[in-house]
């Protein structure tokens, strides 16, 4: 597939958006004769939500590994926030949260402790049931987190990426196995994120997350960026390319179905 250049547009967008808070010059990964990351290069600009988007394997996950500093490069260039990721790598973790897909947490505290645990690591003073307040889970602050459901855990996981109050916020697929009810909040709870005034940047798997949410996109396939833009145009540049689906297209899909009959509230399991 073609690199899809849209530089007009792009720099377009990079004016109206402001500063770029994340730069990626010419990125490369190597695991010996392996090269997972094939010269990348992007911006995020601040204040946006930015989706990474790419099949497994295709390197999206090593990217963001290496920008979050939990993964050495093999050569390029990465600044975050004006720091240098070869000379700054603890500053620049100082001003990041990050989820990840599979977190773990002290099995014997419960989510009031888990959160004290972190704020004194972070060196912070947090009161924990207003950061609890702000994924709904105030109610849940003597639970362990074995003991929730999987939307209040990937929510649980989202309020310890805050404690450091970071400019700058890392998901990592964070609705995956979650129910429509579940996954439609956490959008809203990711757009509440970026209000705030962070920078979102986030991978996913599920395409109607990435329009919904993301400015704009990276797609990543065998290492390399192939399309980058806003997910209107690129969706325009395929339907201007001749490009049709062999079934119509509704005003509503079954997920509308599912949550107009179901509601729309938080549900707790």
Not at 119 to 134: E, M
Request: include cysteine; aromatic fraction near 6%.
């Amino acid at each position: 597939m073609e690199i899809i250049y849209l530089a007009g547009l792009f720099h377009l967008i990079i004016q109206t958006m402001g500063k770029a808070i994340i730069k990626v010059e010419n990125l490369v990964k190597k695991y010996g004769d392996f090269e997972a990351v094939k010269g990348i290069s992007f911006e995020v600009m601040e204040g946006e939500i930015f989706g990474l988007l790419g099949p497994n394997g295709a390197g999206k996950t090593t990217t963001l590994e290496i920008i979050e500093t939990l993964r050495e490069k093999t050569s390029g260039t990465v600044t975050v926030d004006g720091m240098n990721l070869d000379t700054e790598p603890q500053a620049i973790k100082n001003i990041i949260g990050v989820q990840l897909q599979a977190a773990g947490y002290y099995p014997n505290l419960n989510l009031k402790q888990i959160i004290e645990l972190f704020s004194g690591l972070y060196n912070r003073v947090v009161d924990p049931l207003v950061l609890l307040d702000t994924v709904n889970l105030r109610e849940k602050a003597k639970s362990k987190f074995k003991e929730l459901s999987g939307g209040q855990k990937q929510r649980f996981s989202i309020a310890t990426t805050l404690i450091n109050e970071p400019k700058i916020i890392f998901l990592d697929e964070p609705t995956t196995g979650l129910d429509p009810q579940a996954r439609r909040n956490l959008w809203d709870l990711i757009k509440q994120l970026r209000e705030r005034g962070a920078t979102v940047v986030l991978t996913t798997h599920y395409m109607d997350e990435a329009e919904e949410l993301c400015e704009r996109v990276a797609i990543v396939d065998s290492g390399k960026i192939i399309a980058l833009s806003t997910p209107n145009q690129l969706i325009d540049n395929l339907i201007a390319s001749g490009f049709k689906r062999p079934k119509a297209v509704k005003e509503a899909n079954l997920e509308d179905v599912f949550l107009n009959m179901t509601g729309k509230e938080w549900r707790e399991g």
